[in-house]
């Protein structure tokens, strides 16, 4: 089983819509939850972080179940621009430092 | 403030050969991790590098090394290339000193590495 496991897509929606996406992780022992945003051939780069009381940053609201191992992302009124691979990432505390697992991403797709 | 640079952007090599790959982190970052990410997934943990020393590995055999100088920057180095290593590696930086790590990793643009 993955670590991470997201559905890759594509999510084809209109302008305007509202979409969300969905994240499992395997390990219990995960601190910490982000999603990252990724553009076609560009570098990942913090989209926000997921906090358990869930948090809101303008169209973008994020959610964390610890019972589930779940992660949400919640975008609304959908924008071209929008129109990326979106990564949930999840962060395990080792006596190695930090660890950043990846998904595989979920890709959106913004038409008019 | 430079964010983080990586080079090659872009390399063709052939199998059996070897590779090196370059990175300088963000100004005031001492940590760096290395990533691969083959197309259509998402970044797969190499290692990660702090104070000169690999502190995490992830699942990738001997044939992938790393190296952290003194002024934080970091290469990976690739051995016996099979084709299967072809994807775009990608090194990202963080600061330990900053205080508890947020998770934000700031990443280079990467190196897109074809093996033929």
């Known amino acids: 089983r993955k670590e991470v496991e997201q559905d890759p897509g594509p999510f084809n929606v209109p302008e305007g819509a509202t979409v969300a996406f969905n994240c499992t992780y395997s390990n219990s022992a995960s601190q910490s939850f982000f999603w990252y945003r990724q553009d076609c051939r560009k570098e990942p780069k913090l989209l926000m972080s997921?906090?358990?009381s869930g948090n809101e940053d303008g169209r973008f609201t994020a959610q964390l179940n610890r019972a589930s191992q779940y992660i949400s992302l919640l975008i609304r009124d959908s924008k071209l621009s929008d129109s990326a691979t979106y990564l949930c990432v999840v962060n395990i505390l080792t006596g190695g430092g930090n660890k950043l697992t990846f998904g595989t991403g979920t890709q959106l797709k913004v038409e008019l | 403030d430079a964010g983080v640079t990586q080079s090659p952007t872009h390399l063709i090599k052939t199998r059996g050969q070897q590779v090196t790959l370059r990175c300088s982190p963000k100004s005031g970052h001492d940590t760096v991790s290395w990533y691969q990410q083959a197309l259509g997934q998402g970044p797969q943990f190499i290692f990660q590098?702090?104070?000169?020393?690999?502190?995490q590995r992830g699942n990738f055999p001997d044939r992938f090394s790393g190296h952290q100088f003194p002024n934080y920057s970091s290469e990976l180095n690739v051995n016996a290339l099979l084709l299967g290593d072809s994807a775009l590696y990608l090194c990202?930086?963080?600061?330990?000193?900053?205080?508890?790590?947020?998770?934000?990793?700031?990443f280079g643009e990467g190196s897109r590495l074809t093996v033929l």
């Open positions: 990202a930086s963080s600061s330990i000193l900053a205080g508890a790590p947020t998770g934000e990793l700031f």
């Open positions: 997921v906090y358990s």
């Open positions: 590098y702090y104070e000169e020393e690999e502190r």
